[in-house]
């Protein structure tokens, strides 16, 4: 693949995708007719839109996706943080960040670490064993601090990734029947899990709240982990094999995500006809709110965009990177041949996530 990325859902997946970015950051706004989109890629036009309470998460007439409305997956859709508005999403935001917040961060590294070096153990470091670390370790970390049984670790992580793909955008019937399976499963099992430690925590945020918001939320954090934590990570490895890193500053991994973000966009839907930084939108127009872009911005301060702006702003940014910091550390150990494993790296992931690929070369 060279040149321009065919279009801006296909950026994330190209291997130099940002003159285009800049590009299109230097004309603030473009209507991609194909896509049936807008795109917001100035920092100006970014944060128009992610500060302005007309542009929502989700289309007001369809709250729920049409395909999972109805089933316990968009029951549990519907009570996410991420996908709430006004003051359902203030009371949630307090009490899901509240929690991420009462989490030390050293713990979750140790923890990561831990489950890093016990994947690790049980094989030579290939690429493709760093493609199903990557898989694994944000949800199963998340999910070990939450007190899932370690047995059951990469149950929930598979669970948690059908969950993803009956929400992709291009999810068929057998997908969204296999995530609806996952999502039964995983909120009996959260339902299940002992009251103690970090999850004690978390209930006495929610004490005000009904029990299945608190459950529902808690799947969301671990849908929200999955592949958002999968991309940081496998950016961070990536970014080793290159040579030796300071993965313990978060100062390092900001001026690195601002290089080479790793979630490249997210989505707005209008809800009432408004002008946002010079752009005329209406009712019922797509937002593709190019984070990636603004990052790149020749006319914005240098700052990095990967966990968002505004009042939906990621709450598990330090949570994630506790967990690649962990995993990095533990990969140290075995001493791999970082040179070989970064000589193959391709890009595959859902379409906002710059995701790196280690092992595409092993399987063919
Ligand atoms: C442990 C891992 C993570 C957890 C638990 C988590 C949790 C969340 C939650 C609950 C939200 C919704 C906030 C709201 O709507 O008010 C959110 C939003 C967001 N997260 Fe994270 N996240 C994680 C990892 C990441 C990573 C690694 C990235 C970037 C590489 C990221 C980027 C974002 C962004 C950009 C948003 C805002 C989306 C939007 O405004 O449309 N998250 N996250």
Not at 45 to 56: F, G, L, Q, T, Y
Not at 311 to 324: D, K, M, N, V, Y
Not at 332 to 361: H, S
């Amino acid at each position: 693949m060279s040149g321009w990325p065919k279009h801006a859902l296909a950026a994330a997946g190209h291997p130099d995708p940002y003159p285009y970015y800049r590009e299109l950051a230097r004309d603030g706004w473009r209507r991609d007719e194909a896509l049936g989109l807008w795109l917001a890629a100035s920092r100006r036009a970014v944060d128009a839109v992610m500060e302005s309470p007309a542009c929502r998460v989700r289309p007001a007439r369809e709250p729920v996706p049409a395909g999972i409305a109805g089933a316990p997956l968009g029951e549990a859709f519907g009570r996410w943080l991420r996908m709430s508005e006004g003051d359902a999403h203030a009371r949630l935001r307090t009490a899901v960040g509240e929690g991420l917040a009462s989490l030390p961060c050293d713990e979750a590294e140790l923890t990561a670490r831990r489950l890093a070096r016990a994947f690790l153990a049980t094989g030579a470091v290939d690429g493709l064993r760093l493609d199903a670390l990557v898989d694994f370790l944000p949800v199963a970390t998340l999910a070990s601090l939450l007190g899932w049984p370690e047995a059951a670790l990469a149950e929930a992580a598979a669970g948690i990734a059908r969950v993803c793909g009956a929400l992709a955008v291009d999810a068929d019937a057998v997908a969204r029947e296999r995530g609806a399976e996952a999502c039964r499963i995983l909120l009996a099992d959260l339902a299940a899990l002992p009251a103690e430690g970090w999850l004690k925590r978390w209930r006495a945020e929610f004490a005000g709240l009904d029990a299945a918001v608190l459950c529902a939320n808690l799947l969301g954090i671990l849908f929200q982990s999955r592949d958002a934590g999968a991309g940081l990570l496998s950016a961070g490895i990536a970014w080793r094999c290159l040579g030796e890193w300071n993965h313990a500053d978060p100062g390092e991994w900001r001026a690195r995500l601002m290089l080479d973000p790793v979630l490249h966009h997210t989505r707005r839907f209008v809800a009432e006809d408004i002008e946002l930084a010079g752009q005329r939108l209406k009712a019922g127009d797509q937002v593709l709110v190019l984070l990636a872009a603004a990052a790149h911005d020749p006319a914005a301060p240098e700052q990095a965009m990967d966990f968002g702006r505004g009042r939906h702003a990621c709450p598990g940014e330090a949570l994630a990177l506790a967990t690649a910091r962990g995993a990095l550390q533990a990969l140290e150990q075995p001493r791999p041949n970082w040179r070989a494993l970064g000589g193959g790296v391709t890009f595959d992931g859902p379409p906002n996530i710059r995701m790196r690929r280690f092992g595409a070369g092993e399987r063919a």
